[in-house]
């Protein structure tokens, strides 16, 4: 079956540790994201990428960087430089990023890596 | 400043009861509105959509209610049950060349036997 796997499911970070969070899509998806999620504050966007090899930043890329080497692959690196990583991350992809059509609308996602600081 | 605003935070219906969201937006430039449903530990799952020049769109028991001219949208859930019970965002995506949705902050439906 298709879709998007992330892992660790949960992730223990020390404080001044860098982390990468993994995200692998078997989709064909060109355009991948992530977002991370905060109690009562819904989904704010990271990073984005549209195409292999490029990426631009967010709402909130301050802390945070990225790479997309692969289409299938984009992970997400928390450095010590982010002063509250305690969240609840997503990765997404979508099809196209300028197509036309309704099927290429709407985030497919992953089921998410919780990330602690301890 | 919340491109998108959502209420109520959380919600609590009895079983076969109507659910209401509610969502509201500025920006003119949105062309597509999707509703996601969150169980706890999962990501997201697209509901239903709707795009700005259609009122109302239905899907079983759900319903999407869009008033273009107030630029507010909901949710219906009809006879709601208690697999329901999830967290529901809305979503708005900004036109162009990119798919760069804005999320509303979430609400918790808790749907009682």
């Known amino acids: 079956d298709g879709g998007i796997t992330q892992s660790p499911k949960y992730l223990f970070r020390k404080e001044g540790q860098n982390v990468t969070l993994s995200c692998e899509q078997n989709?064909?998806?060109?355009?991948m994201y992530w977002y991370r999620q905060d109690p009562g504050q819904g989904l704010r966007l990271i990073y984005y990428?549209?195409?292999?090899?490029?990426?631009q930043k967010g709402d909130i890329a301050e802390g945070y960087s990225v790479s997309r080497e692969k289409k299938e692959s984009f992970p997400l690196t928390v450095t010590s430089a982010q002063k509250n990583p305690t969240a609840f991350y997503l990765c997404a992809s979508t099809p196209g990023t300028g197509s036309a059509s309704p099927s290429s609308y709407g985030y497919t996602f992953g089921s998410g890596t919780r990330l602690t600081v301890v | 400043q919340q491109q998108v605003k959502q209420s109520p935070q959380s919600l609590i219906v009895q079983k076969g009861g109507i659910s209401i969201i509610n969502c509201a937006y500025e920006?003119?430039?949105?062309?597509?509105f999707p509703w996601y449903q969150q169980f706890p530990g999962k990501g997201p799952a697209l509901l239903i959509a709707i795009r700005p020049d259609v009122s109302e769109k239905k899907e079983g028991r759900f319903t999407i209610s869009f008033n273009k001219s107030a630029k507010q949208f909901s949710l219906h859930i009809m006879d709601s049950q208690p697999g329901d019970s999830a967290t529901y965002f809305c979503?708005?995506?900004?036109?162009?060349?990119?798919?760069?949705?804005?999320f509303g902050s979430g609400t918790k439906l808790n749907v009682k036997p």
């Open positions: 979503a708005a995506r900004t036109a162009g060349n990119f798919n760069k949705f804005y």
């Open positions: 989709l064909n998806h060109d355009a």
């Open positions: 920006n003119t430039a949105f062309d597509y």
């Open positions: 990428s549209q195409i292999v090899n490029d990426f």
